[in-house]
């Protein structure tokens, strides 16, 4: 099983619509949870951080349940600049820096 | 937010021949630095972690002989790819830690190789 493993997707979507991404990650002992965007041939940047009583940024709304180790990311209202590849990001244990990334979910929102 | 940078941002470059990348913190101390790399369609995956003043962790499969990262100050980390073949043709990006953001990773813009 990979430690993270997401949606294959891709997902393509009109301007407005409703999207959510899944995640499951192996390792009971992580402890910090991320969604991260990745634009084509660009690096990674931080969307949001998750917190066990989830939370929300404008749109974007992230969930995390511990007990079946699973983390979701809604967007809501999609725009245009919201086209980018999704990556779910844990840490890779308890108190460790170390990042594992999942392959990614590609969305596009379409005009 | 903090700001990374790395050099070159494309390199291409002959089989056989080595090649550095550096990794700069531009307005933080960073003790700890990782270098990813990324294949086409395919997740980031951690290659090292990089610490001040110590040897490099690599991770498994990793090897270290052709892959050397040098962490020599708190704001610069390199990584060298020595004598590269077209399999190391990847996206390589590091990112830095900043202590006072626990756990947050702020990355590099990224080095694209190519290995011909």
């Known amino acids: 099983r990979k430690e993270v493993e997401q949606d294959p997707g891709p997902f393509n979507v009109p301007e407005g619509a409703t999207v959510a991404f899944n995640c499951t990650y192996s390792?009971?002992?992580?402890?910090?949870f991320f969604w991260y965007r990745q634009d084509c041939r660009k690096e990674p940047k931080l969307l949001m951080s998750v917190y066990s009583s989830g939370n929300e940024d404008g749109r974007f709304t992230a969930q995390l349940n511990r007990a079946s180790q699973y983390i979701s990311l809604l967007i809501r209202d999609s725009k245009l600049s919201d086209s980018a590849t999704y990556l779910c990001?844990?840490?890779?244990?308890?108190?460790?820096?170390?990042?594992?990334f999942g392959k990614g979910t590609k969305l596009t929102v379409n005009p | 937010g903090a700001v990374v940078s790395q050099h070159p941002s494309r390199v291409i470059c002959k089989s056989g021949t080595s090649v550095k990348i550096e990794c700069r913190s531009l307005d933080f101390q960073a003790t700890t630095m990782f270098w990813y790399r990324q294949f086409p369609k395919q997740s980031l995956m951690l290659m090292a972690t990089?610490?001040?003043?110590?040897?490099?962790?690599?991770e498994q499969g990793v090897e270290k002989d052709k892959f050397l990262i040098n962490h020599a100050s708190l704001t610069l980390s390199t990584l060298t790819v020595t004598s590269a073949h077209p399999e190391d043709s990847s996206f390589y990006i590091c990112s830095a830690t900043d202590r006072a953001s626990s756990y947050e990773q702020y990355f590099g813009p990224g080095t694209r190789l190519t290995v011909t």
């Open positions: 990001v844990v840490n890779a244990q308890g108190g460790s820096e170390k990042l594992v």
């Open positions: 990089s610490n001040e003043g110590s040897k490099a962790t690599y």
């Open positions: 390792n009971s002992a992580s402890q910090s």
